[in-house]
């Protein structure tokens, strides 16, 4: 059913296994992102798309999360997007 709308809204026609898939590794993306913003010492440029810190605050996070490395400098332009499609779902 989610993934049919899912299909539907965004013109695809992803298989269940490859959309719990990508629905996975979006809502990642998408909680990482979130909490990453949340931290002190980071800030989200909406210009730039991208998540800045200092580089004492990434290393510092990424001793916490080494996941976090992959987001640091990077572009991040579907993160509006995430947002519409996660931000009601809570952390659950």
């Not at 979006?26 to 210009?47: A, C, K, M, P």
């Not at 996941?67 to 499609?85: C, V």
């Amino acid at each position: 059913m989610v993934r049919d709308l899912f299909n539907m809204d965004f013109y695809l026609s992803w298989p269940t296994s490859y959309f719990l898939h990508r629905f996975s590794f979006y809502r990642s993306y998408y909680l990482t992102t979130e909490d990453l913003i949340n931290v002190v010492g980071f800030e989200w440029d909406q210009n730039g798309k991208k998540i800045h810190a200092s580089e004492l605050a990434w290393q510092q996070y990424m001793q916490f999360n080494p996941l976090a490395a992959w987001f640091k400098g990077r572009r991040l332009s579907i993160r509006n997007d995430l947002i519409n499609l996660f931000k009601d779902w809570g952390s659950a």
